[in-house]
Nanobody
Framework: QVQLVESGGGLVQAGGSLSLSCAIS????????MGWFRQAPGKEREFVAAISWLGVSIYADSVKGRLTISRGNAKSTVFLQMNSLKPEDTALYYC?????????????????WGQGTQVTVSS
């Protein structure tokens, strides 16, 4: 059974930084892509960033230059470094994984999801 556990959310002032982590456990011997999504109240879950097994990364236009996705050395952890945060970044942030080699922006392609971690940016 695959499990994803996010951590690192919290409350920060606009312009501040947060670092999110997501640890995957269970079936980890295969290649898999990972991504971050977010969902604000009353809105659909949206793509934030994704990274392939080989380290290729892509970002939503709204976060380019401010957020950075990376994988740990063992590749079983993915990080999201969030800088220059804005109030509109406030949302529940979800980690996702799927056993594919490529990089995936479509939330419908991910089979495994974490429970989410709240990020709140005050103005």
């Amino acid at each position: 059974q695959v499990q994803l556990v996010e951590s690192g959310g919290g409350l920060v002032q606009a312009g501040g930084s947060l670092s999110l982590s997501c640890a995957i456990s269970g079936r980890t011997l295969s290649n898999y892509a990972m991504g971050w999504f977010r969902q604000a109240p009353g809105k659909e879950r949206e793509f934030v960033a994704a990274i392939s097994w080989l380290g290729v990364s892509i970002y939503a236009d709204s976060v380019k230059g401010r957020l950075t996705i990376s994988r740990g050395n063992a590749k079983s952890t993915v990080f999201l470094q969030m800088n220059s945060l804005k109030p509109e970044d406030t949302a529940l942030y979800y980690c996702a994984a799927d056993f594919q080699v490529g990089v995936i922006a479509d939330k419908g392609e991910y089979d495994y999801w974490g429970q989410g971690t709240q990020v709140t940016v005050s103005s």
